[in-house]
Antibody, heavy 120, light 111 residues
Framework: QITLKESGPTLVKPTQTLTLTCAFS??????????MGWIRQPPGKALQWLAL???????RYSPFLNDRLIITKDTSKDLVVLTMTNVDPVDTATYYC????????????WGQGTLVTVSS | QSVLTQPASVSGSPGQSITISCTGT?????????VSWYQQSSGKAPKLIIF???SRPSGISNRFSGSKSGNTASLTISGLQAEDEADYYC???????????FGSGTKVTVL
């Protein structure tokens, strides 16, 4: 059974760096073809894919946020970390940790999400 | 930055069928059979209900069905029930970057 759980600050000031952690279980992220990522949703708005990391450490980023995002994994602790630099109030959103299906290109498991507010 | 276009809202009476469209381009919806649909009930995380255009994950009701024609994908909910009231998002793999894109979302209301 795959489970994902996000954690991180609920409030961040503008220009600061946001670090979110996803603790997962039920699979190994050290296997090629397995991938996890992050998707966010501003209040009342649509989903936005942010980043993905594969078991072989290949990383993909949203072209809209590419220069502000870093995704890493710690396979010994079953953790995935997303770092977003220079945050702005428009980055206020619920951030979801997701598992990419190993058989196709869709997100089959989602964490409960964590709401991050960017405000001074 | 919603790349895929969906109607803002769709409504129907219990028992009726409704269809939600999701329009993209040949670099996403039209170019790959990697269209997925997610149901998001109020205050909850999205839940996968359709993948690869028309496949259903285990446990998803067969009242949900998907299809695609050209650059437009569709989700049909038949036998509409009160519990179907939620927001629905389409998603697709895209060759741009490459990466993943989502639709603008559709609010389904059961009258």
């Amino acid at each position: 059974q795959i489970t994902l759980k996000e954690s991180g600050p609920t409030l961040v000031k503008p220009t600061q760096t946001l670090t979110l952690t996803c603790a997962f279980s039920g699979f190994s992220l050290s296997t090629r073809g397995v991938a996890m990522g992050w998707i966010r949703q501003p209040p009342g708005k649509a989903l936005q894919w942010l980043a993905l990391i594969y078991g072989d450490d290949v990383k993909r980023y949203s072209p809209f946020l590419n220069d502000r995002l870093i995704i890493t994994k710690d396979t010994s602790k079953d953790l995935v970390v997303l770092t977003m630099t220079n945050v702005d109030p428009v980055d206020t959103a619920t951030y979801y940790c997701v598992h990419l299906s190993e058989a196709s290109e869709h997100f089959d498991y989602w964490g409960q999400g964590t709401l991050v507010t960017v405000s001074s | 930055q919603s790349v895929l276009t969906q109607p803002a809202s769709v409504s129907g009476s219990p028992g009726q069928s409704i269809t939600i469209s999701c329009t993209g381009t040949r670099t996403d919806v039209g170019g790959y059979d990697f269209v997925s649909w997610y149901q998001q009930s109020s205050g909850k995380a999205p839940k996968l209900i359709i993948f690869d255009v028309s496949s259903r994950p285990s446990g998803i009701s067969n009242r949900f069905s998907g299809s695609k024609s050209g650059n437009t994908a569709s989700l049909t909910i038949s036998g509409l029930q009160a519990e179907d009231e939620a927001d629905y998002y389409c998603g697709s793999y895209t060759s741009r970057s490459p990466s993943y894109v989502f639709g603008s979302g559709t609010k389904v209301t059961v009258l």
